[in-house]
Protein backbone atom coordinates (compact mmCIF):
# COMPACT_ATOMS: atom_id res chain seq x y z
CA UNK A 1 0.00 0.00 0.00
CA UNK A 2 1.41 3.44 -0.76
CA UNK A 3 1.33 5.95 1.96
CA UNK A 4 0.78 8.81 -0.72
CA UNK A 5 -3.49 8.39 0.33
CA UNK A 6 -2.48 9.11 4.15
CA UNK A 7 -2.58 12.64 5.55
CA UNK A 8 -0.70 11.69 8.48
CA UNK A 9 -0.24 15.18 10.12
CA UNK A 10 -3.98 15.06 10.34
CA UNK A 11 -4.26 11.86 12.56
CA UNK A 12 -4.07 12.04 16.01
CA UNK A 13 -1.30 10.94 18.12
CA UNK A 14 -0.84 7.40 18.59
CA UNK A 15 -3.12 6.43 15.97
CA UNK A 16 -2.59 3.35 13.76
CA UNK A 17 -2.40 3.96 9.82
CA UNK A 18 -5.29 1.68 8.03
CA UNK A 19 -5.72 -0.98 6.92
CA UNK A 20 -3.79 -2.84 9.80
CA UNK A 21 -4.25 -6.54 11.14
CA UNK A 22 -4.70 -5.61 14.45
CA UNK A 23 -7.69 -2.73 13.66
CA UNK A 24 -9.56 -3.88 10.59
CA UNK A 25 -12.13 -6.30 10.55
CA UNK A 26 -15.15 -6.78 7.99
CA UNK A 27 -18.35 -9.32 7.67
CA UNK A 28 -19.03 -10.41 4.70
CA UNK A 29 -22.46 -8.93 2.50
CA UNK A 30 -24.34 -11.82 1.39
CA UNK A 31 -22.84 -13.06 -1.93
CA UNK A 32 -21.38 -10.44 -3.09
CA UNK A 33 -17.36 -10.90 -3.33
CA UNK A 34 -15.67 -7.39 -4.46
CA UNK A 35 -16.48 -6.08 -0.80
CA UNK A 36 -17.35 -6.20 2.92
CA UNK A 37 -19.10 -3.88 5.92
CA UNK A 38 -16.57 -2.27 7.51
CA UNK A 39 -16.55 -2.94 11.39
CA UNK A 40 -14.08 -0.37 11.91
CA UNK A 41 -15.76 2.23 14.70
CA UNK A 42 -13.51 5.22 13.03
CA UNK A 43 -11.60 4.14 9.72
CA UNK A 44 -10.26 7.32 9.56
CA UNK A 45 -8.19 7.83 6.80
CA UNK A 46 -8.14 4.67 5.02
CA UNK A 47 -7.88 4.67 1.50
CA UNK A 48 -10.29 1.83 1.13
CA UNK A 49 -13.61 2.75 3.10
CA UNK A 50 -16.46 4.22 1.46
CA UNK A 51 -18.64 5.86 4.07
CA UNK A 52 -22.54 4.11 2.57
CA UNK A 53 -25.59 5.32 4.65
CA UNK A 54 -25.01 4.35 8.22
CA UNK A 55 -22.36 1.63 7.76
CA UNK A 56 -19.32 1.70 5.94
CA UNK A 57 -17.79 -0.74 3.43
CA UNK A 58 -14.42 -1.48 2.60
CA UNK A 59 -13.04 -1.88 -0.63
CA UNK A 60 -9.44 -3.33 0.26
CA UNK A 61 -8.83 -6.31 -2.07
CA UNK A 62 -7.56 -8.41 0.66
CA UNK A 63 -10.61 -7.68 2.60
CA UNK A 64 -11.09 -11.43 3.43
CA UNK A 65 -8.25 -11.35 5.52
CA UNK A 66 -10.05 -8.70 8.05
CA UNK A 67 -13.78 -11.26 8.22
CA UNK A 68 -14.74 -11.26 12.07
CA UNK A 69 -13.40 -14.28 13.54
CA UNK A 70 -15.53 -15.18 16.52
CA UNK A 71 -18.36 -15.76 13.94
CA UNK A 72 -17.97 -19.39 12.71
CA UNK A 73 -18.66 -20.71 9.45
CA UNK A 74 -18.21 -17.26 7.85
CA UNK A 75 -15.51 -16.93 5.38
CA UNK A 76 -12.00 -18.64 5.10
CA UNK A 77 -10.74 -16.87 7.88
CA UNK A 78 -13.01 -18.11 10.72
CA UNK A 79 -12.61 -20.39 13.72
CA UNK A 80 -14.27 -23.13 14.87
CA UNK A 81 -14.25 -22.01 18.31
CA UNK A 82 -17.56 -23.32 20.65
Same mark, same amino acid.
Given at each position: ??? &??? $??? $?? =???? #??? =?? *???? !?? *?????? !? /?? &?????? *? =??????????????????? +??? /???? #? *?? =????? &? &?? +???
Amino acid at each position: MSD &AFI $NKD $NM =PTGE #RVL =PD *RDIC !HV *RPIGTI !H /EF &ANCMVE *R =PIECPYVLYFGEGNICRNP +QWK /EFIV #R *RD =PGIGE &A &AT +QDT
